[in-house]
């Protein structure tokens, strides 16, 4: 049982990248994001394509960090992807819902076109890569270490809850202390306020989007490296992603951080006496249960 | 000969369209004339085809027990599959709604994400609910002992067309009546619904109930007119984003153009298959691929350059003004 909490958490810290940018555009741009799943998918096969592709064609060598599943490639292509879905996010903004914002649609308009970027992604994927599930090293033994009370974790999982925490921290400092991240905070707040400030919401949603994309990328290409990379991946994250917000209450970089851990801890150890694949239905029991319990999620106040 | 082939690949055509134009009158209830943003229709579609299909055929025995186990089979006609699969739509539809309708209109559309994907899981993993991932096979058609199988299709085609205008029908009755106009009103305006005296939650909940009872009528037809359904046929892309770019493309908020838009849409989308056959051999495994991401784009163009659709919406619906 404690192993399968250890595996929650290193699931959880996943779902939560993705949660705190799905977040994040929810609060500040008030908008569902449908595709946010697959901005996981495209992380993962941005670096799938750097790694085996572009850096193979450079030389960068393709040995391992010592007992790691991956080297210089993935420490290369890791920001290198997170770098390109966030301008992916930046692009679709510009190709679709700034035109569908300037027409001034109503809010489902832009879920649906979301919805559609989603099947566009994934479809791109299918296309370039098949159906397959596929791996950043195929056939290779991935040793685990053994810690007290007989749990094993591989010394790769460890390393992502490092990198985790690091973008974690990273963007909490960036939200608090640059200006950049005052005005996010301000324009999730109250839009009208800010616009009133002088804040250039423009760009705001821009940064907001090449965020979102970024730690969803992120996200996608830690479950690569963890699991394996496919392109529906991402669409099963959808519903936990959206369960860890709602449950963090929407707009809420910490509530998505502890509703991601917390529905990656249940979808782990629901596999205890569930077959695995159920996954994606114990996020949606779950998220059912916030909705009839406390809509606002733990942190919201009384409806505003 | 080679006219009769083509006829009957028209026929064959006509169904599904028409299959697909029962789905589009339902999402129209609830999207085009209440604002219910419903993205799990393929959970609809699954159920509705599932427990027509096993009202319809008997529970297996014997031998045949072994190789396909479903929890029952009771052996009714037709007509009752398709009331069974509209009564069980609508069931979930009501259960689905009590967490969600009160809330924002993203709650419910992620809520039937959910009830989607958790269903396909459901009847993928549970074997002795409907034989898992093999599905059900044989099911029964109706007045399937008149014609020769060969020729069956023309009297599917005929029922399909019977049970579109039936639905047609009572869809315009309904939307034109004093409930369709409160309807009309949630989907504007809200809060001036709710101070006009409406109970906003009623009436999306039964919006909701009675497009997701249509779609299971889609779903029991689509499980008939196949004769064999498994867990892998309702997917997000054939079970909810096909439709849903049939009713935008057609007009949401219009009947006629719920239905127009299902023949549009699955005239291209058959288009399209022409045209990938025109492909080299490398990327014919990779068509289906091709295909639905062409119709993405054709989404993206209508919501930023046509989001009426072909027809548009009907403004007036109300024959005392005019």
């Not at chain 1, 979301?114 to 599930?133: C, E, K, N, P, T």
């Not at chain 1, 963890?226 to 369960?243: C, E, R, S, T, Y």
């Not at chain 2, 069931?91 to 396909?120: C, K, N, Q």
């Not at chain 2, 029922?159 to 009546?177: M, N, T």
Request: net charge positive.
């Amino acid at each position: 049982m404690a192993e399968l909490v250890i595996y929650g958490i290193v699931l959880g810290s996943i779902i939560s990248l993705g949660a705190i940018g799905l977040t994040l555009v929810y609060g500040i741009i008030r908008f569902a994001n449908f595709a946010h799943g697959d901005f996981l998918t495209a992380g993962a096969y941005s670096a799938l394509f750097m790694a085996t592709v572009v850096l193979s064609w450079i030389g960068i060598p393709d040995s391992n960090f010592g007992s790691l599943s991956f080297g210089w490639r993935m420490a290369i292509a890791f920001p290198f992807s997170m770098a390109a879905v966030g301008c992916v996010a930046i692009v679709l903004d510009r190709v679709l819902y700034r035109k569908l914002r300037q027409k001034g649609s109503g809010p489902v308009l832009f879920a649906m076109s979301s919805l559609g970027a989603a099947f566009i992604i994934r479809m791109i994927i299918f296309i370039l890569w098949g159906a397959d599930s596929l791996f950043y090293k195929p056939g290779m033994l991935r040793p685990a270490l053994e810690l007290p009370l007989g749990i094993k974790i591989r010394p790769d999982q460890i390393l992502m809850l490092l990198v985790v925490l690091f973008l974690i921290t990273t963007l909490h400092f960036f939200l608090q202390k640059t200006k950049m991240g005052k005005a996010m905070r301000a324009t999730a707040d109250n839009m009208e306020l800010a616009l009133i400030s002088g804040i250039d919401t423009e760009r705001i949603i821009t940064w907001t989007w090449g965020i979102g994309g970024a730690l969803a990328a992120a996200g996608g290409i830690l479950y690569g490296i963890d699991v394996q990379l496919h392109p529906h991946m991402g669409w099963n994250f959808l519903i936990p992603l959206f369960a860890a917000t709602i449950l963090g209450t929407i707009g809420n970089m910490y509530g998505a951080l502890i509703g991601g851990l917390t529905i990656g801890i249940a979808q782990q150890v629901s596999t205890a006496f569930l077959l695995p694949t159920y996954k994606p239905a114990v996020a949606f029991i779950i998220m059912i249960l916030i909705l009839l319990i406390r809509p606002e999620g733990i942190f919201g106040g009384s409806s505003r | 000969m080679e006219i009769w082939g083509i006829i009957a690949y028209l026929v064959s055509f006509a169904i599904m369209a028409g299959i697909y134009a029962v789905f589009c009158l339902g999402l129209n209830i609830q999207w085009g004339y209440t604002g219910l943003f419903n993205i799990g229709i393929a959970g609809f579609f699954c159920i509705g085809a599932y427990a027509s299909a096993m009202i319809t055929t008997p529970k297996p025995t014997g031998l045949y027990a072994h190789y396909v186990r479903q929890i029952f089979g009771l052996n009714l006609p037709f007509i009752i599959g398709l009331l069974g699969a509209a009564v069980i739509c609508g069931i979930v539809a009501f259960l689905i709604g009590i967490p969600t309708l009160r809330l924002g209109e993203d709650y419910l559309a992620i809520s039937t994400i959910g009830i989607a994907e958790t269903f396909r899981l459901i009847f993928n993993n549970e074997h002795w609910l409907a034989n898992g991932p093999r599905g059900l096979m044989g099911l029964p058609q109706p007045f399937q002992d008149l014609v020769d199988p060969k020729h069956y299709n023309y009297i599917y085609l005929i029922i399909i067309l019977i049970i579109v205008v039936i639905v047609y029908l009572s869809i315009e009755k309904a939307i034109r009546s004093p409930w369709g106009r409160v309807l009309r009103a949630i989907r504007e305006d809200e809060v001036s619904a709710a101070m006009s005296g409406k109970d906003i939650f009623h009436f999306k909940m039964q919006s909701l109930i009675f497009g997701a009872m249509i779609m299971g009528i889609g779903g029991a037809l689509y499980a008939h007119y196949t004769k064999a359904i498994s867990p892998d046929v309702f997917t997000p892309l054939y079970g909810t984003f096909i439709i849903w770019v049939m009713l935008m493309a057609g007009g949401s908020g219009n009947n006629k153009g719920a239905v127009l838009g299902a023949y549009v849409i699955w005239l291209i989308w058959i288009g399209t298959k022409f045209m990938t056959d025109l492909l080299p051999y490398t990327l014919k495994a990779r068509a289906p691929y091709i295909r639905f991401l062409l119709i993405g784009i054709l989404l993206e163009i209508i919501l930023i350059y046509r989001p009426r659709g072909l027809l548009g919406e009907e403004k007036k619906v109300s024959k005392l003004v005019d």
